[in-house]
């Protein structure tokens, strides 16, 4: 990945429980500062739910703010390679483009301000944890934000979603809210299930009835986001 403006750091975790990281973290020329305010954003995943137990679903993950002049603004944090760059398989020599794999982000990507795509672009993750450290910056300081997921895993079809060839139920997305003001070093948001999106990706809306998606609910099994103010060394999950 490249340097990008907010560094931000992505670390793979294999195992359950706590992680200790040290007063800098640096992956190549990438680093965050934990003498100063960062989150960690620790996604779970559930195999089980997954074909093969391998195949690991597609996600994005990303912030949304009111920026200084009262407007909506957007910082995607994570993508997995193939949704973040729309490049999935080489069929006939082109590539194939699958817009229904986390359509809400699309919307995020094609509103979001000098997004470096390629600094926000990873290997889809595998282990039972990713975390992913990021700094604060100002701009997000004192702010009510909220942390979104979308997640995607193809052929999971169930009774109501069983027309598309590949996508099985829609995506899926996840909403974690923090007033960042009043937070304490160390407190810990838990996301829930706010919607899902558009099955053959035809638009960006989030829809709010998830009654008929069963499985894609249980793709992750929690999403934890944790806030500390660079005074403290360990990050429970």
């Known amino acids: 990945m490249k340097r990008s403006a907010i560094c931000f750091f992505i670390l793979v975790i294999s195992c359950a429980g706590c992680c200790h990281i040290q007063d800098k973290i640096e ?32 996600f994005a993950v990303w912030l949304a703010y009111e ?55 990873g290997a889809t993750p595998i282990g039972q944890l990713f975390t992913m ?13 909220d942390v979104y997921t979308e997640v995607n895993v193809s052929f999971d079809y169930n009774f109501y979603y069983c027309f598309h060839p590949i996508n099985g139920q829609p995506s899926v997305v996840w909403k974690a809210a923090l007033n960042m003001d009043p937070l304490e070093s160390g407190q810990v948001t838990d996301a829930e299930i706010v919607g899902h999106g558009n099955v053959w990706g035809s638009n960006t809306k989030l829809y709010d009835d998830v009654s008929h998606v069963t499985s894609a609910k249980k ?3 929690f999403i934890k986001v944790s806030y500390f103010n660079g005074r403290t060394q360990n990050i429970g999950h």
């Open 27 to 58: 992956r190549g020329y990438e680093y965050i500062d934990t003498e100063k305010p960062y989150l960690s954003i620790c996604v779970s995943f559930n195999p089980d739910k997954y074909k093969f137990h391998t195949i690991y679903p597609q």
């Open 67 to 121: 920026n200084d002049d009262g407007e909506l603004a957007y910082e995607t944090v994570f993508v997995t390679q193939g949704t973040g760059k729309n490049q999935w398989v080489k069929f006939g020599g082109k590539w194939v483009r699958r817009k229904e794999a986390t359509p809400v982000w699309r919307y995020v990507k094609e509103n979001e301000k000098n997004i470096d795509i390629d600094a926000v672009t």
């Open 133 to 145: 450290y990021i700094p604060v910056p100002e701009k997000i300081k004192n702010k009510h934000i």
């Open 219 to 221: 793709l992750l099994n």
